[in-house]
């Protein structure tokens, strides 16, 4: 009776010891709805996915999709564009307040537009993916600036060169619907002969203003046309990141203005 009595005293004490020595851990909290932290996530439905080519080279192909979010706690914060090969892919980036926060469940409707980088791309048909849905568009040629050969000469045009030889008729400024907010403008002119070509268009940026040079170049002693060579380019001002307020873009003797009515930051 003895030895049982002590058998049980031994098991209930090693237990008690085993209970001691246990690290007790906190209990899992929740974050708080106010803590600021987020989820990341994909919670984005692509419903269309339209491709529009601007009149410009090297070509600019820009991406608009439309969709909607999951909900009025969703945030949309970019929609990414990769490419393997031919193929571009579209994925939309989104977040979310971490916690048991309360949200509508009426679907968001959204309308971003997305540049594709097509600099340096060979000519060929490409197709742009947003989910289940798709659109092709073709480049016609090799989307490469040429260098000029040897002996053309390099006659930069700036918006006060009273010299220029190149005649700017019109300047159209465009907001397009998408945040960050992106900005292009039309030009239509005319060059002065059949020999002479836009080698590039650049825009630079000082105190709001854009100002913008055009750079043509011509083979040296070479018969041309003298009749007027009418012309059409459109660029990207580099936009993003600008605080808000009023710009104003200055091309030859042309200018014009427009507003960025947030900052452009995401």
């Known amino acids: 009776m003895k030895r049982r009595y002590k058998l049980w005293t031994m098991i209930i004490l090693t237990g008690l010891l085993l209970t001691a020595c246990q690290v ?150 465009n907001i397009l619907e998408s945040f960050p907010v992106q900005v292009t403008v039309d030009f239509a002119g005319n060059l002065p002969d059949g020999c002479t070509t836009i080698k590039s268009i650049e825009s630079s940026l000082e105190d709001q203003v854009f100002t913008i040079t055009f750079r043509t170049h011509r083979p040296a002693g070479k018969m041309c046309t003298e009749a007027l060579v009418p012309f059409e380019e459109t660029i990207s001002l580099d936009v993003y990141g600008l605080p808000a307020g009023e710009y104003t873009v200055v091309a030859k003797d042309l200018m014009s203005s427009f507003t960025l009515d947030v900052d452009n930051i995401p």
Do not use: K, W
């Open 24 to 173: 007790a851990l906190p209990p899992t909290q929740e974050p708080a709805p106010d803590s600021g932290e987020v989820i990341y996530g994909e919670e984005a439905v692509f419903e269309s996915v339209e491709v529009v080519i601007l009149e410009s080279f090297p070509v600019q192909v820009h991406a608009t999709v439309t969709g909607y979010l999951l909900d009025g706690c969703v945030v949309l914060d970019e929609i990414s564009a990769g490419r393997d090969g031919h193929d571009f892919e579209l994925r939309a980036v989104t977040h979310r307040p971490a916690g048991d926060v309360e949200c509508t469940e009426a679907l968001v409707p959204f309308t971003e537009t997305v540049p594709l980088e097509v600099f340096g791309l060979e000519s060929g048909i490409y197709i742009v993916h947003a989910q289940e849905q798709t659109a092709p568009f073709e480049l016609a040629v090799d989307n490469v600036l040429e260098e000029p050969v040897i002996g053309d000469q390099e006659d930069p045009i700036s918006s006060n060169d009273e010299g220029a030889v190149i005649y700017l008729n019109a300047m159209d400024i």
